[in-house]
């Protein structure tokens, strides 16, 4: 299933150059997956039972075009990326000015956590079929967990003298 949401710039989006702050981006793209999930019935309410949540491993952006206040944009939400096992979930978000143009490109990989234990865990079966049913991006691929926590992070390091 092909999946795209409207989003409304608010003034509170913007930064000192009047268009869109990169962080009001983020917040966008999470909408748009958040609205994603509702749409399959997954809200908070249903999270909170299952005892899951998402939780972002890491997110990009690429900005190609401004985007200023009060344009209604559109962002989709594609599956690029799905591990063997569904704990890990990569999405790619296109987000469209009004006129069709593609203004930002963003790539979010995530995993699902346990509530209670706070550790990585598996997807109950409709919310994994529901993400599968997505469209799948052109780059597609299945997930490692290199592709989740990437070799050469500095996982270990600690601030001196703290």
């Known amino acids: 299933m092909k999946f795209i949401t409207s989003i409304q710039v608010r003034w509170s989006d913007l930064d000192q150059n009047r268009h869109v702050a990169n962080t009001a981006y983020s917040s966008y793209m ?6 994603f999930l509702r749409q399959g019935g997954f809200d908070n309410q249903a999270f ?13 952006f690429h900005y190609l075009r401004e985007t200023f206040p009060d344009a209604v944009l559109r962002v989709d939400v594609e599956l ?21 143009g593609l203004a930002v490109f963003s790539r979010c990989t995530f995993c699902w956590i346990s509530l209670s234990t706070r550790k ?4 109950p079966s ?8 997505l469209v799948r991006s052109e780059d597609f691929r299945v997930l ?12 270990k390091r600690k601030l001196e003298g703290v």
Do not use: T
Not at 48 to 60: R, V, W
């Open 80 to 100: 690029s990326g799905l591990s063997e096992d569904e704990r890990f979930v990569r999405f790619n978000h296109h987000l469209y000015h009004p006129d069709g």
């Open 126 to 133: 409709e919310l994994a079929a529901w993400i599968r049913g």
């Open 120 to 123: 990585v865990c598996h997807a």
């Open 144 to 155: 490692s967990k290199a592709d989740a926590f990437p070799v050469g992070l500095p996982r």
């Open 30 to 35: 999470i909408e748009a997956r958040m609205h």
């Open 48 to 60: 909170a039972q299952m005892d899951l949540g998402p939780a972002i491993i890491s997110e990009e």
